[in-house]
Each structure stands twice: as C-alpha cells, then as structure tokens.
C-alpha cells in the first residue's frame, strides 16, 4: 500500500468510528476484569478464612467460590466481547473494506 491510500484510510470517518469502538471496548471491558481481580485479590488477602479452607478433608482450595466466579466472570467478558464484536464492529469493518477497495 502506498502512503497516500493509508492516510485515505486513516481519515475515512468509518475508520476513525472503528478505532474508537474498538478502544472503548477494550478499555471498558479491561477495566471491568482489573477491578474484579483486584477485588478477588484484595478478598483473599483481608479473609484469611478464604485461604486455606479443605474440601472433605483432602484437597485445599483457594477463595472455591471466588475463585469459580472469576473464571465464570472472564468467559462472560469473552463472551460479551465477542457478540459485541461480531454486532457493531464486524459490519462496520467490512463496510470500510468495500468502500476503501474502491
């Protein structure tokens, strides 16, 4: 590609919609994980009754029922962002292809 179809493509308003979609995305569901995981973090460390607790007598779990929703949490934040991505930014991309192969 030459310079000047880049700069074209970096000025197309649909480009410069996608970019922002994606980064609000991004950003948005990054934060929701960094403060669930502090917060799981943060849990385990003020409960010490979360630490060591045994399951019939064997094996010891860490946070079992915090540490089961984190992991439910991050499949869900995939999930969302993935229906996401397939509804909003998916169409506008291919939009911004056909109209920039022209």
């Known amino acids: 590609m030459s310079p000047q179809e880049i700069d074209r493509i970096t000025r197309h308003p649909d480009f410069i919609q996608l970019v922002r979609r994606k980064q609000r995305l991004y950003w948005s569901l990054t934060l929701v994980m960094l403060l669930a995981y502090y917060g799981f973090v943060l849990l385990v460390a003020f ?7 045994s399951l019939s007598g064997g094996a010891t779990s860490v946070g079992m029922p915090v540490g089961v ?27 911004l292809k056909r109209e920039c192969r022209s």
């Open 47 to 53: 409960n010490p009754a979360l630490l060591g607790r």
């Open 69 to 95: 929703a984190m992991i439910v949490l991050a499949f869900a934040l995939t999930g969302l962002y993935v229906y996401r991505s397939n509804r909003l930014l998916d169409p506008l991309n291919d939009r």
